[in-house]
Each structure stands twice: as C-alpha cells, then as structure tokens.
C-alpha cells in the first residue's frame, strides 16, 4: 500500500504543475525591432476579388500591430464569420490567414506588435483539432498560437 502512496504522491506532483501551468505570456514571444518604415504596397492575389483587394489596401494603411512587422486584420468571409489574413507590411504580401473562421458574435483577437503571441477566442465556424490531430467539440474556447514560419502553431487551449 505504501508504494501506491509514493506512486500516487509522485503523480500528483507531476501533473499539479501542469494543470495549473500559466497561459502564454505575449513577453515570453518577443521579436524587436519592430518595422516602423513606410509599409509596401498589397501584391496582387491570384485568386482575389475586389472586396479583399480593398481590404488588404486599407490594412496596410496601417502600423504594424503584429510579429515585427505584419498587419493581421479581419474580414468578414460570409454569414457571420469573420477571417483574418496576415500582411507582411515590408513586402505588401499576404503570408497567411487565421487557421479558422470564427463566430462573429463571440469573436475576439489579442495580439501585440513585438509578440508572435495571438490569442484568439470565440467559437469556431469548421472543425478544430488539438495539438495530437484529434477531433475537438465546438464550443466557446481561447487559444493561444505562436506565429513561426508564417504559420500559426497551436501552443495550447482553454474551454470556456
């Protein structure tokens, strides 16, 4: 009996840490300097249309509020969902898009421009899936992603 105790105890102290682990942080993601030149004009998308076209134009009116030197904005993508893209203001090119459409109604955005941190919550509009590739229910949660090789990697999740 007292070895389950110690193998119990020894459970325990393994995993409190990690169920109690603090969120990600937007200073534990840093990048400097942060671009504050004259941001480039949008390169022209091969499968665009007038809408985005406007939308890009408009977003790098803009200062850099992202990663060092992109612009990630929104754009509504039908119905209620709302999408987002991300622009690398030094070049004017599009390098990559939120990994899913959200709800509109319960949508929100956190991002800062010296973090590759984005925190993203809301309901998501198509399927999502955890870190190991399995299916997740739809429901109201935050995620936190790290922006690396202009794509988003899943770091972890919240259900709400």
């Known amino acids: ?5 110690v193998l119990l105890g020894s459970l325990l102290a393994i995993a409190m ?13 840093t990048v400097t300097p942060v671009f504050a030149g004259t941001n480039h004009e949008p390169v022209p998308q091969e499968h665009s249309n007038s809408m985005m076209d406007k939308a890009r134009a408009q977003a790098l009116k803009g200062k850099v509020n992202f990663a060092g030197h992109y612009i990630l904005y929104r754009v509504g993508c039908g119905g209620s969902a709302i999408c987002g893209e991300v622009l690398d203001a030094r070049t004017g090119e599009v390098v990559g898009g939120l990994p899913n459409a959200y709800d509109g109604n319960t949508f929100s955005l956190s991002n800062k421009p010296d973090s590759r941190l984005l925190i993203v919550s809301g309901i998501a509009a198509d399927t999502e899936e955890d870190a190991q590739g399995n299916e997740l229910e739809s429901r109201y949660r935050t995620r936190y992603f790290e922006f690396v090789n202009n794509e988003f990697r899943l770091l972890t999740f919240k259900d709400l």
């Open 17 to 29: 840490p990690v169920a109690y682990a603090a969120n990600p942080d937007f200073k534990d993601y």
């Open 1 to 5: 009996m007292k070895g389950c105790s």
